[in-house]
């Protein structure tokens, strides 16, 4: 028990008078502040390693800056592509995009930014891209020739780009073979600049890849170079240029490539395939859209033709319609049919499982993807198939454009 009429300054406080009340604080003083001593020292010392430590970071952080900058503009394509046309922050020495500005500062990188052109840019001959490419058969071999060469493409009345393609279109001709069959390929390259062909999906032997430096030498202008491969697995592919390919793909290089499975399966009435990529045009002149600060598209196509030149995909009610989405752009485009779910019945040309396929009326197909939707057309009427990043359904910004189709049903 405690005595509460002992002098204990904890309990008797404030009621045992001035002189206990005084002599116990300066005691505890006296206490606590021979305790404090190491306490403080302690702080002190965490505070100036904490100082020093964060004085030699931003030392080295100026030193490291202007290696890095130095590097991108004399090192990989990777980072000249990136760094080494962007307006450099010189008090920093850190490369920082600024909107519309950009600075080409070393010549394969200004290449990339230069307008798509040519010395022989001949004027279109066919309207419509994608169409199925004619072949010869040579000892069971399905034999198809190609030429790369840059044209005048319109893609909307009264706009025109000018594309580097294959035979004359964008898209170019679309390959269509059944699942086992072989193919041969012969591709001139009528450009002024090298090139090689990718196809994209197809299970071909290493040494077709089509990948410059790597696979193969660059088919040189003037050349013409082979591919031959047994054409696996059956689906949804593409064709397209593997050589400066953010270039040579947004100018125009690029096509499907359908391999119908050997086993025949009960086809859609209807058989649509899209290829969605995006086009900048300035001053008259056409660049290779990428999403890169200043480079970023004002046009938008499906199949080469921007809204509403765009082809209308005719359908009679009850009937089965498969559209092949193929992501040949660099930007994602979350494609939205109205009135109409679909279900996804492939993926990157291989099939859905029945009971994995989403019911779905919305679709993102990013660059490289491919997704084949179905639907039945149960509801007469003209419905939209469009992109939905509405900036994409412009052309020059002006509404409506761009990634836009009308699937039209009727009765009968
Ligand atoms: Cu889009």
């Given at each position: 028990?405690?005595?509460?009429?002992?002098?204990?300054?904890?309990?008797?406080?404030?009621?045992?008078?001035a002189n206990v009340y005084h002599k116990c604080h300066i005691y505890f003083f006296i206490f606590y502040s021979l305790n404090l001593i190491p306490i403080v020292m302690k702080r002190l010392v965490y505070l100036t390693l904490i100082s020093i430590s964060l004085i030699l970071s931003a030392c080295s952080g100026q030193r490291t800056s202007p290696t890095i900058a130095a590097e991108d503009s004399?090192?990989?394509?990777?980072?000249?592509?990136?760094?080494?046309?962007?307006?450099?922050?010189?008090?920093?020495?850190?490369?920082?995009?600024?909107?519309?500005?950009?600075?080409?500062?070393n010549p394969e990188a200004a290449h990339m930014m230069e307008p798509i052109g040519g010395s022989n840019v001949a004027p279109?001959?066919?309207?419509?891209?994608?169409?199925?490419?004619?072949?010869?058969?040579?000892?069971?071999?399905?034999?198809f020739e190609l030429t790369a060469k840059a044209v005048q493409w319109p893609i909307l009345d009264g706009v025109t780009v000018t594309a580097w393609s294959y035979n004359g279109t964008v898209p170019g001709p679309m390959?269509?073979?059944?699942?086992?069959?072989?193919?041969?390929?012969?591709?001139?390259?009528?450009?002024?600049?090298?090139?090689?062909?990718?196809w994209h999906g197809v299970e071909v032997p290493n040494a077709m890849d089509g990948?410059?430096?790597?696979?193969?030498?660059?088919?040189?202008?003037?050349?013409?170079?082979?591919?031959?491969?047994?054409?696996?697995?059956?689906?949804?592919?593409?064709?397209?240029?593997?050589?400066?390919g953010d270039l040579q793909v947004s100018a125009g290089l690029y096509a499907p490539?359908?391999?119908?499975?050997?086993?025949?399966?009960?086809p859609p009435d209807i058989d649509v395939t899209l290829m969605i990529s995006e086009w900048l045009i300035r001053d008259g002149q056409t660049y290779a859209a990428m999403p890169m600060s200043g480079m970023e598209p004002n046009y938008f196509t499906l199949n080469g033709k921007a809204f509403p030149t765009t082809e209308t995909i005719n359908v009679k009610k009850g009937e089965r319609v498969r559209i092949r989405l193929i992501g040949i752009g660099q930007f994602i485009h979350p494609m939205h049919?109205?009135?109409?779910?679909?279900?996804i019945v492939a993926t990157d040309g291989h099939p859905v499982p029945e009971a994995a396929q989403l019911t779905k009326d919305t679709v993102s197909v990013a660059p490289g993807e491919r997704y084949d939707i179905e639907f039945v057309a149960t509801e007469p009427g003209q419905w939209m198939l469009h992109c939905h990043i509405l900036h994409h359904t412009t052309n020059e910004n002006v509404e409506p454009g761009g990634l836009m189709l009308v699937v039209n049903v009727t009765e009968s």
């Open positions: 028990m405690v005595d509460l009429n002992k002098p204990n300054c904890l309990l008797s406080y404030p009621h045992n008078g004399t090192g990989s394509a990777g980072s000249q592509t990136d760094a080494g046309n962007m307006e450099t922050n010189s008090a920093s020495g850190a490369a920082t995009p600024t909107p519309g500005s950009m600075m080409p500062t279109a001959t066919e309207s419509q891209g994608g169409q199925p490419l004619a072949y010869r058969e040579e000892d069971g071999v399905k034999v390959i269509r073979v059944t699942e086992g069959e072989k193919v041969r390929i012969l591709v001139k390259n009528e450009l002024d600049d090298p090139t090689t062909i990718h990948v410059p430096d790597v696979t193969q030498a660059p088919i040189q202008p003037g050349e013409t170079f082979t591919y031959e491969f047994i054409a696996k697995p059956a689906g949804t592919f593409m064709y397209h240029s593997h050589f400066e490539f359908i391999i119908d499975p050997k086993e025949p399966v009960l049919l109205h009135g109409l779910p679909f279900k």
